[in-house]
């Protein structure tokens, strides 16, 4: 199998896969918690004595009470109802009607939230710019062949593929299953981002390691294909061990961290797909690029269309 010869058929899968999820990203956007915009969460269960504690009940004592929800989610013994805030009076007299007792509350502002989410993207920046910097000093030796920076972007590339893909699923999930983005999603994210860079690091250590023992001047196209074919077996392998663990955890885990793990899931399952079938065709097409005369010919054509254009204006 010549990954490498199909690689605009998966890039251009990949192309599709973005491009719904960032529509879905714009137009549905992505469910925030409280962790984001504020509010209340109240975790209850049913006493005893109570047979009646469901969704329903739940969110019409809620509505009776003048108070806005925004998710109610079962817990491993009750229910975590998450709304705007409410004080420890209002709380009481929903648990009273409830006829539940309370299991946890907790009240975020704002101000929190926002802060909260300020500093989730921060985090996610500061990966990234230091992923491309330790990536380039790494491959900073590969042979002259393409520039060590290359194999920097050529990473984060995938890695803000797999990043998308799996926000425009939660986006979707948001809407079919009333998911909310959490501070515990951003861990998912950031984790993935983690996961995804050590597999294209893998294929393309391969790559550098081939550039420099390339005793049979094979061309960079058959090095790539090489390094690709060299490292697909382990690359799977884990990834399919790490996805088995992981659909234990959603069957067997607790609902408190279902969606994390299937954050994960699908991160670790887009990774590995990116890693084998975008970072390294990516890296090529850049090559092939530089090598077809790339940014001269594009200054040229730019240059060609000004004059073109200033000759029709003096014309009209």
């Known amino acids: 199998m010549n990954i490498i010869k199909k690689r605009r058929i998966f890039l251009s899968i990949s192309g599709v896969l973005i491009l719904t ?21 109240l975790g209850i269960k049913a006493v005893e004595q109570s047979g009646n504690l469901n969704l329903d009940t739940i969110e019409k004592i809620y509505i009776d009470q003048g108070i806005s929800v925004k998710s109610i989610q079962e817990s491993n013994s009750g229910y975590i109802i998450s709304s ?18 309370e299991e946890s509350f907790e009240v975020l502002g704002p101000t929190i939230g926002a802060e909260t989410r300020d500093k989730a993207f921060l985090a996610i920046v ?10 380039a000093i790494a491959f900073w030796k590969s042979g002259g062949v393409i520039s060590s920076w290359k194999f920097g972007v050529s990473a984060i590339i995938a890695l803000v593929h797999d990043v998308i893909i799996t926000l425009g699923a939660f986006s979707l999930f948001g809407i079919l299953y009333g998911v909310e983005i959490d501070a515990l999603f951003v861990t998912a994210i950031l984790t993935i981002m983690g996961f995804s860079v050590h597999d294209t690091i893998v294929v393309f250590d391969r790559i550098r390691e081939n550039i420099t023992n390339n005793v ?9 294909d090489l390094s690709i074919m060299g490292t697909i077996g382990r690359s799977l392998n884990t990834s399919v061990t790490v996805v088995f663990v992981l ?13 994390f793990v299937v954050a994960f899931i699908i991160g670790v399952i887009v990774g590995t797909y990116s890693s ?16 077809s005369g790339g940014m001269v010919n594009l200054k040229l054509k730019i240059k060609k269309l000004k004059k073109t254009n200033q000759k029709s204006s003096k014309i009209n």
């Open 21 to 41: 999820s960032i529509l879905l990203l714009v137009f549905i956007g992505l469910k925030l918690s409280i962790d984001f915009t504020g509010g209340s969460r």
């Open 84 to 101: 705007e805030s409410i004080s420890e009076e209002e709380k009481d007299q929903i648990i009273e009607k409830l006829n539940a007792s």
């Open 126 to 135: 500061i990966a990234i710019f230091s992923i491309t910097l330790y990536i």
């Open 216 to 224: 049979k001047k094979q061309t960079f196209e058959e090095l790539i």
């Open 247 to 259: 659909f234990s955890m959603v069957l067997f885990g607790g609902e408190s961290i279902r969606w």
């Open 276 to 291: 084998i079938f975008i970072a390294a065709p990516i890296l090529l097409e850049w090559y092939s690029f530089d090598k």
